[in-house]
Each structure stands twice: as C-alpha cells, then as structure tokens.
C-alpha cells in the first residue's frame, strides 16, 4: 500500500512563510507527478502547484512568485515553499501523486491533508 503523509502546515501570520512536505512510503518503484491542492471552507478543492517527474513545475496564477515546488527523488518527498502567506491562503493542503509499482502497475493517492491558517 502507498501512503502520501504530509506535514509542516500551522498558524502563520500574513507575509510569513511555512514548507510543506509530503513523503511517498510503500511499495513503489518510481513517482511520476505529484501535485499539492488545497480546500477552503464552502470551496471546492484547486490546484496550487504540481511537478512532474522531470522537474517541470506550473502554479496556479494566485501563488505564482510567492509559491515554489520542489522535489527530493531520493527521499521521495516532494515540497511547497510558500512565502508572503495572505489570508486568502488558508485552507487545508494535500498532496496527490502517481506511479509505478515494482510490478509493473501503477499507483496514485491522496495525503490527509493539513491544515494552513494564515491570521494576525
């Protein structure tokens, strides 16, 4: 089984900063894309930033310049910086991600979530 354990969500004031991880553990054998998403209450859940597995990157226009993802292949770990946090950035974070099992099929999952509070 795949789990996806996410971490380093909080309370930060606005223009502070937070790093998100998410760390892959399971039976697998390579990480395609990953991506981080987040949910505000009454909202539906948006993309905020994915990678591929080449390293490519694309962030939703409301992060840009502020947000940046990252990976570590060799810990199969995947982050998001974000700097200058607004307000409007509060919502619950989870990561999503796809690949390939040693077998030969493919896997993909969600994290649990955690939860980023930005407030003075």
Known sequence: QVQLVESGGGVVQ??????LSCAVSGS???IYGMGWYRQAPGKQRELV??????????YADSVKDRF???RDNAKNTVYLQMNSLKPEDTAVYYCNGAGSRPRGDLWSGWGQGTQVTVSS
């Open 49 to 58: 930033a994915a990678i591929t597995g080449g390293g490519s990157t694309n």
């Open 14 to 19: 606005p223009g502070g900063s937070l790093r």
């Open 28 to 30: 697998i054998s390579s």
């Open 68 to 70: 940046t993802i990252s």
